[in-house]
């Protein structure tokens, strides 16, 4: 297989093009929790409340929206998360017509499950294709969201104000027809349906959530979601509060959605060379790269609050996510078995979105209470600790007796 013959896989297409649609809505999402939290909050410490809400809801809704799929199939979880999105849309443009704070929070919660639900188009491409070019299918749909980079933020400022007088709300409207758009495309998927246990099965095989419980006590899977969310904490930690951060240092809005744009298309651009790199070498090589970076990035941060500081330090959190986050996810497809995919699936995304929930939270209190160079610092700390345990654990495990 080549590479141009993953494009004419008609499933792996479909999943490709409609990742590419949903993902418009996420920096719209991204750039909007933190700014019309800041007008209808009753604090600005709550500024970050919808933002943190929507991280909060992926928790949630990761383990039921994986078991969703793994009884009915990855196109009907999507389709129920593209919903999901649309009536959280909806409900945020009311939010903002009466001024409802908590309708807002409500808002973020269901886009927030409906993204929690496009975070499985990863595991989706790796069974579209063949075993060989898993990692490569892997990272070519997260390149998908190099568009939702360039154009998510662009439609944040045409729509903003296409509901004047209301500010925002036209942005909100723009990402409830991303939305259904993103439905179109899903038509033309067809992967096979998960394994079901059969009767004659082990009655003592764990299912469900003890399926997780026993997987995450091997070391390849431990490490793998542990990875994946240090990465993904770590980056939600700096940069939900980063249009917060940078509006109080003097920037204009349209400067820190700028910062965003260039942040979200360090995410994904090395998409279209990171499943070649971890063919060359290594998952795990590759993800610990993504984890120096990482630190670096947040070591950066500490340096200054000019616009160059902000555009350096998130372009550089960006690529490391980028190398941390799919190195991750490789190690963990490559741990697992066809039976334990769903439960186990759900279990990391649900891990990861309470580590991304507790760093969102805490961002936006410690933004606004010690600063930006000190919320730098604390990221900088937690990566440098998140290092030398794996490095430790990879020594464990090569020392270990074959």
Not at 163 to 183: K, M, N, Q
Not at 377 to 388: E, F, N, P, W
């Amino acid at each position: 297989m080549s590479v141009f013959a993953l494009f004419q896989n008609r499933s792996f297409a479909g999943l490709l093009l409609a990742n590419t649609i949903f993902g418009m809505a996420f920096p719209v999402q991204l750039i909007l929790g933190g700014l019309a939290g800041l007008m209808l909050a009753p604090d600005p410490a709550l500024a970050t409340l919808p933002s943190s809400i929507q991280t909060l809801a992926g928790m949630v809704a990761a383990a039921p929206l994986s078991l969703l799929m793994g009884r009915f199939g990855r196109r009907v979880g999507f389709a129920v998360g593209g919903l999901l999105t649309f009536v959280g849309a909806v409900g945020a443009v009311l939010a903002l017509s009466s001024q409802n704070f908590a309708l807002l929070c409500a808002a973020h919660f269901l886009m927030g499950a409906g993204w929690a639900a496009f975070q499985f188009f990863r595991f989706a491409a790796g069974e579209a294709v063949a075993e060989p070019w898993r990692p490569v299918a892997i990272s070519l749909m997260l390149s998908a969201l190099l568009v939702a980079a360039l154009v998510g933020p662009e439609v944040f400022i045409r729509a903003k104000d296409a509901l004047a007088p209301l500010p925002f709300a036209g942005a909100y409207g723009a990402t409830g027809v991303i939305a259904l758009l993103g439905l179109l495309p899903l038509l033309a998927v067809r992967l096979p349906r998960p394994p079901r246990r059969s009767a004659s099965a082990p009655t003592s095989a764990p299912t469900g959530r003890f399926a997780a419980l026993a997987a995450l006590r091997r070391p390849a899977v431990r490490n793998a979601v542990g990875i994946a969310a240090i990465s993904q904490g770590v980056m939600v930690f700096l940069m939900i509060p980063t249009p917060i951060a940078m509006v109080g240092c003097g920037f204009a809005a349209e400067t820190a959605s700028d910062v965003v744009r260039w942040h979200i298309v360090a995410m994904f651009a090395p998409s279209f060379v990171t499943g070649f790199l971890i063919k060359r070498f290594g998952a795990h090589t590759i993800a610990v790269t993504g984890l120096i970076i990482i630190l670096g990035a947040a070591l950066g941060a500490t340096l200054g609050l000019s616009a160059m500081h902000f555009y350096g330090a998130l372009i550089a959190l960006g690529l490391g996510w980028n190398f941390g986050f799919i190195g991750a996810t490789t190690l963990l497809d490559a741990a697992l078995s066809e039976e334990e995919k769903a439960a186990v699936q759900g279990a990391n995304d649900t891990i990861i979105a309470l580590v991304s929930t507790l760093c969102a939270f805490a961002s936006g209190l410690v933004v606004s209470q010690l600063g930006w160079a000190v919320l730098a610092l604390i990221s900088a700390g937690l990566v440098a600790l998140a290092l030398v345990y794996f490095l430790a654990a990879r020594g464990r495990a090569a020392d270990m007796p074959m």
